[in-house]
């Protein structure tokens, strides 16, 4: 690309990775300062000249360069990679904190101002935009001052790489960028390109490009296929002729992160673009949802991934069909008679999620989901034992008459039928039950009024109270307390002679229907609810699930941690 201004012509080329300053850059700039002599004799003035070689020989210039050619050198290094990406965000949230404290503290107070000083501002900022790798210049337009009978057309170098450049069915990895032929014209036109990939970051390469040659060569008349060939047959740099498309925007990667509720595998996608372009997570990962652009590809990246190039992931409405398709044949085959009362509504693909950070004093409630008799009250009585100063559990609300010895508020609120009947119709109850003709419930102020006095709040509810529990107010860390296999679970249980939960008196053991009972009980609880767990205990050695629930616990205190985004808003 060529733009001239008073007799001085400046040549930009994009080659690799970076537009501008690639390579070399101090010893460019030598070679400029060179060229300037020999300039003096085009039509330009000494003033002209004098600013460009001052310009040259700057020491802020130089000082950009020297960040510059370390922020690229250190880009490909794993001995250098930022731990977070949204210092300013940390920042918003330590602000909030601050505010609140400032008029007891002179060191908040001062912190609570340091750290809105602009330049404070600026050094995160930057930190950001780096972290992200969102620093690579981006050349302005071709100017459109050709002819109107002429077509517009650029030429963009780029260095072969390891990133995918695909046509209808496979591809070598080569540019990141999709190509496909347009129904309407019969030309090969670039489909997608990839967020990170070298033909983003030159800036120059845009969807609906039309592709007139490459290396050189006409590619009129040949399929996407074709020209694939020609790039895998290619050496080190590829030169494209382009077409530009008209109307394109250049679009900023989103911030969205999601979790994924669900295991993807790239190569064994029938239905994906391109095998190699796609990225491979596990149930649990937590992406980055860098471009929403297409309806059913999404580009992402892992979370923490130092690979910066995105790859392509079934979008939410895909993979949402596809679950329902696969749910239709089952239930069509009759396999699973127990999905039938699955809520259609909560089909678990992509929660999106956001970063919560601990506050001193206010602590999230920890809940135990399992299947009644793997071993949660238990868990939950160890863990208050630890620290009954710190953990707490809510005092259950009944509607039978209080017993003699008993007093209200320690065992039991006992309040009269009609009144718990009007609270559990007004939703004041996260769990309630009925058991010999009375009412037994847990109600939400009471979990509320347990994180407001500063403690921990520990519940063990039924599973079906999750939706009452996981809510922006109380924003509890759930912990699903998994059996282990049937085998391993009968010999666990029988060889410390454990005592039957469903036996009211306690006096017996596990029989094998019950054993089978809370199989199929936790089997159906983590098809339901899965989705909403945020760690998985296996309860087969007591101790050793009790010291990973007392980490969890500690965890939860300490450590920002992924939440529904609604929750941080």
């Known amino acids: 690309m060529e733009r001239e201004k008073s007799g001085i012509q400046v040549r930009w080329e994009c080659v690799g990775f970076s537009c501008f300053l690639f390579g070399p850059v101090l010893l460019a700039l030598s070679r400029l300062l060179s060229s300037l002599q020999q300039a003096r004799e085009l039509p330009s003035t000494e003033e002209e000249l004098g600013f460009l070689s001052d310009l040259l020989q700057s020491k802020e210039l130089h000082a950009l360069v020297n960040v510059h050619n370390k922020i690229i050198s250190n880009g490909a290094s794993d001995k250098f990679f930022p731990m977070l990406s949204t210092s300013m965000h940390v920042m918003v949230d330590v602000l909030e904190v601050l505010a609140s404290r400032i008029q007891s503290s002179e060191d908040c107070k001062e912190l609570f101002y340091l750290?809105?000083?602009?330049?404070?501002?600026?050094?995160?900022?930057?930190?950001?935009?780096?972290?992200?790798?969102?620093?690579?210049p981006h050349l302005p337009e071709i100017p459109q001052e050709a002819d109107e009978d002429e077509e517009t057309v650029k030429i963009v170098q780029l260095v072969k790489s390891n990133e995918p450049l695909s046509g209808a069915q496979s591809a070598e990895p080569i540019v990141g960028a999709t190509i496909k032929t347009d129904e309407e014209t019969g030309k090969i036109v670039i489909a997608r390109v990839m967020h990170g990939g070298a033909a983003d970051r030159?800036?120059?390469?845009?969807?609906?490009?039309?592709?007139?040659?490459?290396?050189?060569?006409?590619?009129?008349?040949?399929?996407?296929?074709?020209?694939?060939?020609?790039?895998?047959?290619?050496?080190?740099?590829?030169?494209?002729?382009?077409?530009?498309?008209?109307?394109?925007?250049?679009?900023?990667?989103?911030?969205?992160?999601?979790?994924?509720?669900?295991?993807?595998?790239?190569?064994?996608?029938?239905?994906?673009?391109?095998?190699?372009?796609?990225?491979?997570?596990?149930?649990?990962?937590?992406?980055?949802?860098?471009?929403?652009?297409?309806?059913?590809?999404?580009?992402?990246?892992?979370?923490?991934?130092?690979?910066?190039?995105?790859?392509?992931i079934p979008s939410r409405a895909l993979q949402e069909r596809?679950?329902?398709?696969?749910?239709?044949?089952?239930?069509?085959?009759?396999?699973?008679?127990?999905?039938?009362?699955?809520?259609?509504?909560?089909?678990?693909?992509?929660?999106?999620?956001?970063?919560?950070?601990?506050?001193?004093?206010?602590?999230?409630?920890?809940?135990?989901?399992?299947?009644?008799?793997?071993?949660?009250?238990?868990?939950?009585?160890?863990?208050?034992?630890?620290?009954p100063d710190k953990y707490r559990t809510p005092t259950p609300f009944t509607s039978r008459q209080m017993k003699p010895g008993e007093v209200n508020g320690k065992e039991y609120f006992f309040v009269p039928r009609e009144k718990m009947e009007e609270d559990i119709d007004a939703s004041k109850f996260i769990e309630f039950g009925e058991y010999k003709g009375n009412l037994y419930g847990t109600s939400a102020d009471s979990v509320k009024a347990i994180v407001n006095s500063g403690h921990v709040c520990i519940l063990n509810p039924h599973y079906q109270a999750l939706k009452m529990l996981r809510t922006p107010q109380l924003k509890p860390y759930i912990i699903y307390i998994k059996p282990p296999p049937l085998d391993r679970l009968k010999e666990t249980r029988n060889a410390v002679h454990a005592r039957s939960t469903f036996d009211?008196?306690?006096?017996?053991?596990?029989?094998?229907?019950?054993?089978?009972?809370?199989?199929?009980?936790?089997?159906?609880?983590?098809f339901l609810y899965e989705h909403f767990f945020d760690e998985v205990i296996v309860n087969d050695d007591l101790a050793l699930a009790f010291s990973q629930l007392l980490t969890?616990?500690?965890?939860?205190?300490?450590?920002?941690?992924?939440?529904?985004?609604s929750w941080v808003q």
Not at 118 to 135: C, E, F, M, N, T
Not at 517 to 522: E, H, L, Q, R, V
């Open 115 to 136: 750290l809105q000083k602009p330049h404070v501002q600026g050094l995160l900022y930057s930190h950001d935009a780096i972290a992200q790798k969102d620093y690579y």
């Open 202 to 312: 030159s800036g120059l390469i845009h969807v609906g490009d039309e592709v007139v040659e490459v290396n050189y060569i006409n590619v009129e008349g040949k399929t996407p296929n074709d020209v694939l060939s020609i790039l895998q047959n290619s050496e080190g740099t590829i030169t494209f002729k382009l077409v530009p498309a008209d109307g394109k925007l250049n679009i900023r990667e989103s911030k969205v992160r999601v979790r994924a509720h669900f295991n993807y595998d790239a190569a064994t996608d029938p239905y994906i673009p391109c095998k190699e372009a796609g990225l491979d997570f596990r149930k649990g990962d937590v992406l980055h949802i860098v471009s929403q652009d297409d309806a059913y590809w999404w580009q992402a990246r892992r979370e923490g991934d130092r690979n910066m190039r995105a790859g392509l």
């Open 322 to 387: 596809r679950i329902i398709h696969e749910r239709t044949q089952t239930s069509q085959d009759g396999d699973d008679a127990e999905n039938d009362d699955f809520d259609r509504e909560q089909i678990a693909t992509y929660e999106e999620v956001a970063k919560l950070y601990p506050r001193p004093g206010i602590y999230r409630p920890v809940v135990l989901i399992g299947a009644p008799g793997v071993g949660r009250n238990e868990l939950k009585r160890r863990l208050i034992d630890t620290d």
């Open 504 to 526: 009211v008196n306690n006096s017996r053991g596990f029989t094998e229907e019950e054993f089978n009972d809370i199989m199929k009980s936790a089997n159906r609880i983590e």
């Open 552 to 565: 969890a616990a500690n965890r939860v205190e300490t450590e920002p941690l992924w939440v529904p985004a």
